[in-house]
């Protein structure tokens, strides 16, 4: 990709712990948009093929939760994982890895995803639409930098990992810093 886009403008369906509502599932819906997560911020989005899959919760957003305070340094407000997962997927990835730093982007009907070209095939996995793996600096919405693995398509037999890695990302930001 080399011109600059917006981030489309969707709407998340997110899920939220709300000690109000008491019992065993203190959860409740919250919509945020995408103005919520990127409006006046200068964040850090990756995106990945599924939720507690090996290379996603072993590597990539574990080392990007390691990371964080580096990628602050460089002016960085936050960081976004999102996955073609619905919130109660993502949320329950999240505790399972004890996740403090990163916030979890629920795109369960892969709207955002599709509307940044990103939506791929992995029927050959029984996954269904999935997030091709990708990752961006994006500054009040536009993006700015982009790192996208090599090999986009639909039913890819191999699950390309590097461009889009936390180190690589950290990297040639410091680099152009
Ligand atoms: C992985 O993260 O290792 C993975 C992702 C998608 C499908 C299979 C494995």
Not at 5 to 26: M, Q, Y
Request: glycine content about 8%; some cysteine.
């Amino acid at each position: 990709m080399t011109d600059r886009k917006n981030v489309p403008l969707v709407t998340f369906r997110t899920r939220v712990r709300d000690e109000s509502i008491g019992g065993p599932n203190p959860y409740r819906w919250e919509n945020k948009t995408s103005d919520d997560y990127f409006g006046g911020k200068r964040v850090i989005l990756f995106s990945l093929p599924g939720a507690f899959t090996p290379t996603c919760s072993t590597f990539q957003l574990p080392d990007f939760e390691k990371l964080y305070d580096q990628f602050l340094e460089l002016r960085i407000d936050a960081i976004y994982c999102v996955s073609v997962n619905d919130a109660f997927v993502m949320n329950a990835w999240g505790k399972s890895l004890g996740l403090q730093k990163i916030e979890l982007i629920p795109d369960g009907s892969g709207e955002f995803t599709r509307k940044m070209g990103m939506l791929v095939a992995k029927d050959n996995l029984g996954f269904g639409m999935r997030s091709w793996r990708y990752a961006a600096l994006i500054d009040d919405g536009v993006v700015e930098q982009w790192f996208e693995e090599e090999g986009f398509c639909d039913n890819c037999e191999t699950d390309p990992y590097g461009v889009s890695s936390p180190q690589n990302v950290l990297d040639k930001l410091k680099a152009a810093a």
